[in-house]
């Protein structure tokens, strides 16, 4: 398959997915059943009442798949999923029910790597369907030994492009829109991973912080500007600490009770509401996904696993060890460590970026052991992606030095937040930075040996764009 364009123009594709825009496991045969002559997806209309949040499908593997949905009428539905070039065959034609909140999450295997379907939630019965979701579309991991190109886009604190954040009231119906997601609908891309703050739930968490009010708050979101993007690919999520509340409000290590239970709650509606697979609330987040031979997506759970004391850990020690195991032993051309919080010890123009207990650079126990990897085994096929910080930058991971961590690259993006000190980043350390939110889409290319790096801004226009080699 060839990779994504560049053009900003709607694909048919995008049309379909935009002007269309417990837990049983679903095994597949590779050719799938006829549909009904007549079945034509584009002609079931679209309900929003029925369906008001966007698709999600998310955790893909060369065969398999996860799905999640939120039913409005808490009425069982049917899900179709087909080969995107090949609508006249059903790979999925089955009905489901959802939880007692509205919810379903469903496993697909069977599926075919390298391979682009389409899905879709229907209302009512075959073949007359009175309404549909969004149709949403995800690509399967290619099979190891294949390294085409992928491109994948980044997400982080969501916002309105302000220092304030967009928190959920509690029982709040208007859903939040975008100005940067919107623009981005018209963009190509093969993954979406987002790095935490995908909403901001810091009201629910103070109102009681209950695990219906957390559902029901997702969505604000979910069924606002997430809409445009989300059914265009599949979504690699981990989280940061406003999916249930600010830092400042809650160690992560907390004893007493009633933050502990508002805790899971807020968790255990994350793993209800994304599409990772996994169940329990106290699985590890942290996982990796690999594109074929070409990039092994890393993704980190920075703030579930932190620990106090003297050393502070940022991250677990079973987390630390894998994470070194997948930077050192990775099959893949290329490994981008996908982390909430910033690796580069971030430097402004008239020193260092404040709170850094929040970050890499303040758990040296742990950094110390990356770096020291890093170094020693010469890696530098790593990319390092974060987010949490508010800004969008490109850059070292330090202002100066020439061992491999410190000349290693590090994207940060910001979906909306913005923070004062964006405009005061090291010159020397930084290639690009900007205080506005901007959607990074990085294409990883085996054969050339490179990232391509492009920051699109809310016009969708790219506001930068610089070829990283990697590994030569």
């Not at 309404?131 to 309105?160: D, E, K």
């Not at 209950?210 to 445009?228: F, M, N, T, V």
């Amino acid at each position: 398959m060839s990779p994504p364009s560049d053009r900003s123009g709607l694909t048919r594709r995008d049309a379909l997915v935009l002007g269309a825009v417990a837990l049983p496991v679903l095994q597949l045969g590779c050719a799938g059943t006829p549909a009904e002559e007549d079945f034509d997806v584009d002609a079931i209309p679209e309900s929003r009442t029925i369906f008001p949040r966007t698709v999600l499908a998310g955790d893909m593997q060369t065969d398999r798949v996860v799905l999640t949905m939120f039913f409005a009428d808490g009425r069982p539905k049917t899900l179709r999923v087909w080969a995107e070039d090949a609508p006249e065959l059903l790979v999925v034609d089955r009905e489901v029910t959802p939880d007692a909140e509205g919810f379903v999450k469903e496993r697909v295997t069977g599926l075919q790597p390298d391979t682009v379907y389409a899905y879709a939630w229907l209302a009512g019965t075959a073949p007359d369907f009175s309404a549909r979701s969004l149709v949403g579309r995800v690509r399967t991991l290619p099979a190891p030994g294949s390294a085409v190109p992928v491109t994948v886009v980044f997400g982080a604190c969501v916002g309105q492009g302000t220092i304030v954040p967009d928190f959920v009231d509690p029982g709040q119906t208007e859903p939040f829109t975008w100005a940067l997601y919107d623009a981005a609908a018209a963009l190509d891309w093969d993954v979406f991973v987002h790095l935490g703050d995908q909403g901001y739930f810091d009201r629910i968490w103070h109102d009681g912080g209950a695990y219906e009010a957390y559902l029901e708050a997702w969505g604000a979101y979910h069924g606002g500007s997430y809409r445009s993007v989300f059914p265009k690919a599949g979504l690699l999520a981990t989280w940061d600490d406003h999916e249930v509340t600010d830092n400042s409000a809650v160690d992560p290590w907390t004893t007493e009770p009633s933050e502990l239970e508002r805790m899971a709650n807020g968790k255990r509606a994350w793993f209800t509401v994304v599409p990772i697979d996994a169940d329990d609330p106290t699985s590890a987040v942290w996982r990796s996904f690999r594109w074929g031979d070409t990039v092994e997506l890393v993704l980190l759970d920075c703030r579930y696993e932190k620990t106090e004391g003297e050393p502070p850990h940022l991250v677990s020690e079973a987390q630390l060890a894998w994470l070194l195991e997948r930077l050192t032993t990775s099959p893949c051309r290329f490994v981008c460590v996908c982390s909430p919080k910033p690796f580069a010890t971030v430097m402004l123009q008239d020193g260092r970026y404040p709170g850094e207990k929040e970050r890499w650079s303040g758990n040296p126990a742990d950094r110390d052991r990356v770096v020291q990897a890093i170094d020693d085994g010469q890696l530098d096929h790593v990319l390092w992606v974060t987010g949490d910080i508010h800004m969008t930058y490109l850059g070292r991971l330090e202002e100066t030095g020439d061992r491999v961590s410190d000349r290693m690259w590090e994207v940060c993006t910001t979906s909306g937040n913005v923070s004062p000190f964006a405009d005061d980043l090291s010159t020397t350390q930084f290639a690009f930075g900007a205080a506005a939110p901007m959607l990074p889409r990085i294409t990883f290319d085996a054969q050339a040996g490179t990232a391509t790096v492009r920051f699109h801004d809310a016009t969708g226009a790219v506001a930068h764009e610089q070829v990283i080699p990697l590994g030569a």
